[in-house]
């Protein structure tokens, strides 16, 4: 079992910028696949990012890629995502997941967070 908790969102203006983290805790971190979700009211939720084990393979989509940095310190059990130049349509609940896999793709995530609320104003 893994449990993960996000911190970090918040209200901001396009253009600025946030850091996501997400604390992990329970089985082993380090050999899991991490990833950021993301999903805005009246969507279906989104994979935004995810980062492999050892931190060397990282996937984004593509509203993430040039904006969103992944990365991860194993030493804390934490991911975060930093997002820059964010955007009106960035508002959404983001979730941090992991599996057991260092495969990094968009799917097969097993634990989730409880998300934390990224609003972006205009």
């Known amino acids: 079992q893994v449990q993960l908790v996000e911190s970090g969102g918040g209200l901001v203006q396009a253009g600025d910028s946030l850091r996501l983290s997400c604390a992990a805790s329970?089985?082993?971190?380090?050999?899991?696949?991490m990833g950021w979700f993301r999903q805005a009211p009246g969507k279906e939720r989104e994979f935004v990012a995810g980062?492999?084990?050892?931190?060397?393979?990282?996937y984004y989509a593509d509203s993430a890629k040039g904006r969103f940095t992944i990365s991860r310190d194993n030493a804390k059990n934490t991911v975060y995502l930093q997002m820059n130049s964010l955007k009106p349509e960035d508002t959404a609940v983001y979730y941090c997941?992991?599996?057991?896999?260092?495969?990094?793709?968009?799917?097969?995530?097993?634990?989730w967070g409880q998300g934390t609320q990224v609003t972006v104003s205009s």
């Open positions: 980062i492999n084990w050892s931190g060397g393979g990282t």
């Open positions: 329970g089985r082993t971190f380090t050999t899991y696949t």
């Open positions: 997941a992991t599996k057991n896999s260092d495969l990094v793709s968009t799917t097969g995530y097993t634990y």
